[in-house]
């Protein structure tokens, strides 16, 4: 029997569809692919898992005010989300959407279970609600009197509720962040959840008798399940929780949640309650990343500052704009988006460095060797320092396992700066001249083994540009098994590059 591969489970939070996506989704979902796309050049079995937020408030008027019913609404808006995801070559597995059947019956089964332990009861709830934020906040939380979130007024409700029993499991809570250190990542957001839940859990509203679109109670038909128990569902009910037993033990718990800091309390604290009553296993890790402010600035349609992802992909390619959010600054940390830096980026590292190295190599094979592999002779000191630095995918594993993007890319343009200082010294040129051909063929093989390795730990972070290079050097469907040296055969043609990777841009 053939081995069996070892499971991932990776997620992006459910992406609100009252508007079109912008530059913070794309963050999150092109770190999740990549993730998504590691994980199985290394071997795993992969579920990577992302879709579309539908029901609630915001919806419902967004909706009135275009003349749609709310269906027709979030039906025209999900193909520009999916074709946002295209363009950037998100590679998920499934897409979900909180408004089809089989989201709707998995969400009752778990409200069921819920309700049935005694963990869900009715009353009334009065406080200041953000229609953006579809959450209530009390005085102390709100900004010159507006939402802390989205700073934006805030409307005074009081309505009846079912809540959920949260205070109930403020001290399992507490027990399982205690068992599971890495649950909550980066560290340093740790310490910020597990206070909060130390100084006490209040019950959470868990529907709204207000809001019409939304998934009514099987109970009670006038209020409909509120935005959380909802949306955080999804999860589970992608993986046949309640219809398909098989998938969802194959699949579950969750490897990794990738979520903005915004909604950590959502999926740190509630999610885990609401899994803990319902009898099942919480997610193995929740990440949240930092925010990206514009030129300094908070993204906000009222600024005009805020980034659409066509318009970079339009003019970069969506390598490009994949590259630089996840280079330019650590994940988990908050970090600053600008055209100028994106630029320089794009000219420096890609197209003086990936693409100008690839084609110094494909120049080489071609003039010297008629685009057939040489076969390499005597190894020299100097090679085995080039070998010695691309092989370095235990550390690149390592940075991944971390979530560290830009530490792992540092280390390929390492490696790649490593292999221009190879040719700067070896001088394929003067070894040709001087008919030291022998010599020659072993650089010339070692720089396009070099560039074979580099594009194959490229190809999570630049699938196109990886293509490309995997196509001329014919080493497609490599995985993170052919990572060692001497994989190329002698003999063998190998195609021309046609044009470059990358072409200078010019800033306005």
Same mark, same amino acid.
């Given at each position: 029997?053939?081995?069996?591969?070892?499971? &991932?489970?990776?997620?992006?939070?459910?992406?609100?569809?009252?508007?079109?996506?912008?530059? #913070?989704?794309?963050?999150?979902?092109?770190?999740?692919?990549?993730?998504?796309?590691?994980?199985?050049?290394?071997?795993?079995?992969?579920?990577?898992?992302?879709?579309?937020?539908?029901?609630?408030?915001?919806?419902?008027?967004?909706?009135?005010?275009?003349?749609?019913?709310?269906?027709?609404?979030?039906?025209?808006?999900?193909?520009?989300?999916?074709?946002?995801?295209?363009?950037? %070559?998100?590679?998920?597995?499934? &897409?979900?959407?909180?408004?089809?059947?089989?989201?709707?019956?998995?969400?009752?089964?778990?409200?069921?279970?819920?309700?049935?332990? *005694?963990?869900?009861?009715?009353?009334? !709830?009065?406080?200041?609600?953000?229609?953006?934020?579809?959450?209530? =906040?009390?005085?102390?939380? /709100?900004?010159?009197?507006?939402?802390?979130?989205? $700073?934006?007024?805030?409307?005074?409700?009081?309505?009846?509720?079912?809540?959920?029993? /949260?205070?109930?499991?403020?001290?399992?809570?507490?027990?399982?962040?205690?068992?599971?250190?890495?649950?909550?990542?980066?560290?340093?957001?740790?310490?910020?959840?597990?206070?909060?839940?130390?100084?006490?859990?209040?019950?959470?509203?868990?529907?709204?008798?207000?809001?019409?679109? #939304?998934?009514?109670?099987?109970?009670?038909?006038?209020?409909?399940?509120?935005?959380?128990?909802?949306?955080?569902?999804?999860?589970?009910?992608?993986? #046949?929780?309640?219809?398909?037993?098989?998938?969802?033990?194959?699949?579950?718990?969750?490897? /990794?949640?990738?979520?903005?800091?915004?909604?950590?309390?959502?999926?740190?604290?509630?999610?885990?309650?609401?899994?803990?009553?319902?009898?099942?296993?919480?997610?193995?890790?929740?990440?949240?990343?930092?925010?990206?402010? +514009?030129?300094?600035?908070?993204?906000?349609?009222?600024?005009? $500052?805020?980034?659409?992802?066509?318009?970079?992909?339009?003019?970069?390619?969506?390598?490009?704009?994949?590259?630089?959010?996840?280079?330019?600054?650590?994940?988990?940390?908050?970090?600053?988006?600008?055209?100028?830096?994106?630029?320089?980026?794009? %000219?420096?590292?890609?197209?003086?460095?990936?693409?100008?190295?690839?084609?110094?190599?494909?120049?080489?094979?071609?003039?010297?060797?008629? $685009?057939?592999?040489?076969?390499?002779?005597? +190894?020299?000191?100097?090679?085995?320092?080039?070998?010695?630095?691309?092989?370095?995918?235990?550390?690149?594993?390592? =940075?991944? %396992?971390?979530?560290?993007?830009?530490?792992?890319?540092?280390?390929?343009?390492?490696?790649?700066?490593?292999?221009?200082?190879?040719?700067?010294?070896?001088?394929?040129?003067? @070894?040709?001249?001087?008919?030291?051909?022998?010599? @020659?063929?072993?650089?010339?093989?070692?720089?396009?083994?070099?560039?074979?390795?580099?594009?194959?730990?490229?190809?999570?972070?630049?699938?196109?540009?990886?293509?490309?290079?995997?196509?001329?050097?014919?080493?497609?469907?490599?995985?993170?098994?052919?990572? !060692?040296? *001497?994989?190329?055969?002698?003999?063998?043609?190998?195609?021309?590059?046609?044009?470059?990777?990358?072409?200078?841009?010019?800033?306005?």
């Amino acid at each position: 029997m053939p081995e069996r591969k070892p499971k &991932f489970y990776v997620t992006t939070p459910i992406y609100y569809v009252n508007d079109v996506p912008h530059l #913070g989704h794309a963050y999150t979902t092109i770190a999740a692919d990549v993730i998504a796309r590691f994980k199985r050049l290394a071997g795993y079995d992969v579920l990577f898992l992302t879709g579309t937020d539908e029901h609630g408030l915001k919806i419902q008027r967004a909706a009135e005010a275009a003349g749609k019913t709310p269906q027709e609404f979030v039906d025209e808006m999900v193909p520009i989300w999916k074709n946002l995801w295209r363009r950037l %070559n998100i590679s998920y597995d499934s &897409f979900i959407r909180t408004s089809s059947e089989t989201h709707k019956k998995a969400v009752l089964k778990l409200y069921q279970k819920l309700f049935s332990n *005694g963990d869900i009861y009715k009353g009334f !709830y009065e406080g200041y609600y953000c229609v953006a934020c579809e959450a209530f =906040y009390s005085i102390g939380d /709100l900004k010159n009197g507006n939402c802390p979130i989205h $700073n934006q007024p805030v409307e005074w409700l009081k309505e009846e509720s079912y809540f959920f029993k /949260l205070s109930k499991y403020q001290n399992r809570l507490l027990e399982f962040y205690e068992k599971n250190p890495n649950f909550i990542q980066p560290s340093f957001r740790k310490n910020e959840i597990i206070n909060r839940v130390k100084n006490g859990l209040k019950d959470i509203s868990i529907s709204r008798a207000r809001v019409k679109w #939304g998934i009514p109670l099987p109970h009670n038909k006038k209020h409909v399940v509120y935005v959380w128990l909802d949306a955080l569902t999804n999860y589970i009910s992608a993986i #046949g929780y309640g219809e398909n037993s098989v998938e969802f033990k194959k699949w579950w718990p969750a490897d /990794l949640h990738l979520i903005g800091k915004d909604i950590l309390w959502f999926h740190a604290v509630i999610w885990p309650s609401i899994l803990m009553s319902a009898g099942i296993e919480p997610p193995k890790q929740i990440f949240a990343h930092g925010w990206w402010t +514009v030129e300094g600035e908070k993204m906000s349609k009222t600024r005009g $500052n805020v980034i659409d992802p066509n318009k970079i992909i339009n003019k970069y390619g969506s390598d490009a704009f994949r590259y630089f959010i996840l280079r330019e600054m650590p994940f988990g940390q908050d970090g600053d988006f600008s055209e100028l830096a994106l630029n320089r980026r794009y %000219n420096s590292d890609l197209v003086n460095g990936l693409g100008n190295l690839t084609k110094r190599i494909f120049t080489l094979v071609e003039k010297y060797f008629n $685009n057939k592999i040489p076969e390499p002779k005597k +190894v020299e000191r100097i090679d085995n320092d080039l070998i010695s630095k691309v092989d370095c995918f235990k550390e690149i594993n390592s =940075y991944m %396992n971390n979530l560290e993007f830009s530490r792992a890319l540092e280390r390929i343009w390492d490696a790649m700066a490593f292999c221009d200082k190879y040719i700067n010294e070896t001088e394929p040129w003067k @070894l040709y001249k001087e008919g030291k051909i022998e010599r @020659l063929s072993t650089v010339t093989y070692n720089l396009l083994e070099a560039l074979r390795e580099i594009s194959l730990l490229l190809n999570p972070f630049l699938p196109d540009t990886s293509k490309k290079i995997q196509e001329a050097l014919n080493t497609q469907n490599q995985t993170f098994k052919d990572l !060692y040296w *001497g994989k190329l055969t002698p003999g063998l043609t190998i195609k021309s590059m046609e044009g470059v990777l990358f072409s200078k841009i010019k800033m306005p």
